[in-house]
């Protein structure tokens, strides 16, 4: 990545509330960007075997609340 350290020293330090905009602002510049056509197929046949997997009852579902606050409390742990 090609962000200077220095700058993303800086956007680090923004509040909780001014790093979520800056997010939407970048998630909004790249959806008007095409999406290449084999990465699209290869999603989607993704898709297909993950829905496939759910129905036949091959994976367990799990909430999502539940898998972010384990990964909180992981990255917490690991910077101790």
Same mark, same amino acid.
């Given at each position: 990545?090609?962000?200077r350290?220095e &700058?993303?020293?800086e =956007? =680090?330090?923004?509040? /909780? @509330?001014?790093?979520? @905009?800056l997010a939407d602002e970048?998630? $909004?510049? =790249?959806? *008007? $960007?095409p999406?290449d056509?084999?990465?699209? #197929?290869?999603?989607s #046949? @993704?898709i297909e /075997?993950?829905?496939e997997d759910i !129905?036949? *009852?091959?994976v367990?579902?799990? +909430?999502a +609340? $539940? !898998?972010?606050a384990e &990964?909180?409390? @992981? =990255?917490r742990?690991? #910077?101790r």
């Open positions: 990545m090609a962000i350290p &700058l993303r020293s =956007l =680090l330090t923004l509040s /909780q @509330e001014d790093r979520h @905009e970048l998630y $909004e510049s =790249l959806i *008007g $960007e999406l056509p084999e990465w699209e #197929r290869t999603w #046949r @993704e /075997q993950r829905v !129905v036949a *009852g091959r367990e579902l799990v +909430d +609340d $539940e !898998v972010h &990964l909180r409390a @992981e =990255l742990d690991s #910077r």
